[in-house]
T-cell receptor
Framework: AQKVTQAQTEISVVEKEDVTLDCVYETRDTTYYLFWYKQPPSGELVFLIRRNSFDEQNEISGRYSWNFQKSTSSFNFTITASQVVDSAVYFCASNAGGTSYGKLTFGQGTILTVHP | DGGITQSPKYLFRKEGQNVTLSCEQNLNHDAMYWYRQDPGQGLRLIYYSQIVNDFQKGDIAEGYSVSREKKESFPLTVTSAQKNPTAFYLC???????????FGSGTRLTVV
C-alpha cells in the first residue's frame, strides 16, 4: 500500500523564522507525482506544487521552496521568513500506485502556526 | 470560471435523518472524490468515481452512499447508519494522474 508520512503534527514559529515541513512517501512505482496543499482556516484545500518522479530539481516560488530527494523518498517544504498568513494545515500527497485518474494518498497534515 | 461547488456550506440535521451533500464541477474532470475530515485530523476517502455510472468505496464508506449519473455531479448521502456523521466534508475532482485534485470549499455537517 502507498503511504505518505508527515512526522510533524504541529509546528509553532514566530514570524520571520524559516520553517521546514517534512514529507516522506513510500512507493515501488517508478512514475508518480507528489503534491503539497495548503488548508487555511476557511477549509478549502489550495494546490501549492506538483512534482513528478523524474524531476528532482528543487523549486522556489517566492518564500516557498521544495526539496525533492528520491534517494530518501522525501519531498520537504520550506517557508522562508514565515508570516502570520502562512498559518494553515499543510498536506503532502502522492498518487503513486494510483489509477490512471490519480487517486491521491494524503499525509496526516502538519498544523503550522505563525505567531506575530 | 471553472471550479467545484459544494453546497450548502453549513448543514444541520437531526440524528436519524439522511442528508445529501451536493458537489458539482464544470471542469470537465472525469474523476470525483469525497473526503471526510475530523477536527485536527487528515483526510479520509469515503467514495470515488472515475467515470459516470461507476464508483468505488474508499476507506470509510460505511454509512454513506453516492451516485454518479452525470459527469458534473457527485452527490454524497450521509445515512442514518453513519454513527458519527458530524464532520467537514470535502469534494474534489481530477482530470488525470499528473493533475492532482481541485477541491471544493467543503460542507460542515453537524448532527444534533
Amino acid at each position: 500500500a502507498q503511504k505518505v508520512t508527515q512526522a510533524q503534527t504541529e509546528i509553532s514559529v514566530v514570524e520571520k523564522e524559516d520553517v521546514t515541513l517534512d514529507c516522506v512517501y513510500e512507493t515501488r512505482d517508478t512514475t508518480y507525482y507528489l503534491f503539497w496543499y495548503k488548508q487555511p482556516p476557511s477549509g478549502e484545500l489550495v494546490f501549492l506544487i506538483r512534482r513528478n518522479s523524474f524531476d528532482e530539481q528543487n523549486e522556489i516560488s517566492g518564500r516557498y521552496s521544495w526539496n525533492f530527494q528520491k534517494s530518501t523518498s522525501s519531498f520537504n517544504f520550506t517557508i522562508t521568513a514565515s508570516q502570520v498568513v502562512d498559518s494553515a494545515v499543510y498536506f503532502c500527497a502522492s498518487n503513486a500506485g494510483g489509477t490512471s485518474y490519480g487517486k491521491l494518498t494524503f499525509g496526516q497534515g502538519t498544523i503550522l502556526t505563525v505567531h506575530p | 470560471d471553472g471550479g467545484i461547488t459544494q453546497s450548502p456550506k453549513y448543514l444541520f440535521r437531526k440524528e436519524g435523518q439522511n442528508v445529501t451533500l451536493s458537489c458539482e464541477q464544470n471542469l470537465n474532470h472525469d474523476a470525483m472524490y469525497w473526503y471526510r475530515q475530523d477536527p485536527g485530523q487528515g483526510l479520509r476517502l469515503i467514495y470515488y468515481s472515475q467515470i459516470v455510472n461507476d464508483f468505488q468505496k474508499g476507506d470509510i464508506a460505511e454509512g454513506y452512499s453516492v451516485s454518479r449519473e452525470k459527469k458534473e455531479s457527485f452527490p454524497l448521502t450521509v445515512t442514518s447508519a453513519q454513527k458519527n456523521p458530524t464532520a467537514f466534508y470535502l469534494c474534489a475532482s481530477s482530470m488525470g494522474r499528473q493533475d492532482g485534485y481541485t477541491f471544493g470549499s467543503g460542507t460542515r455537517l453537524t448532527v444534533v
